[in-house]
């Protein structure tokens, strides 16, 4: 299983950009996903998740100018970023909780997964 993130880069002031983060590999189910990101000499910190049932939770800093949203169909996690601001520029990782599975013996792991992390840059 991996998830693969996309969709950063360079905005202005007032802009947007949108992420995704796609899963793959052998999914059996898929409870939480979220993003996080890091801003250089930060900790890593929680930007939004959506659960299973869809529902959201979003860091203060960030509320009524992100969207968190999934595509159950195609193991899919967005995040839609409006107003953004320079103090948005990190690296954004995405992260799922996933139940992957063997055939061969037939067993289920569940454990949380990150993406690989993508930059955005907000200039002023």
């Known amino acids: 299983v991996q998830l693969q993130a996309s969709g950063g880069g360079l905005a202005q002031a007032g802009g947007s950009l949108r992420l995704s983060c796609a899963a793959s590999g052998s999914i059996f189910s898929i409870s939480d996903m979220g993003w996080y990101r890091q801003a250089p000499g930060k900790q890593r910190e929680l930007v939004a998740t959506i659960t299973s049932g869809g529902t959201t939770t979003y860091a203060d800093s960030v509320r009524g100018r992100f969207t968190i949203s999934r595509d159950d169909a195609r193991n899919t996690v967005y995040l839609q970023m409006t107003s953004l601001k320079p103090e948005d520029t990190a690296v954004y990782y995405c992260?799922?909780?996933?139940?992957?599975?063997?055939?061969?013996?037939?067993?289920?792991?569940?454990?949380?997964?990150w993406g690989q992390g993508t930059q955005v840059t907000v200039s002023s």
């Open positions: 992260n799922a909780d996933i139940s992957a599975y063997t055939v061969q013996p037939v067993s289920f792991t569940y454990r949380d997964y």
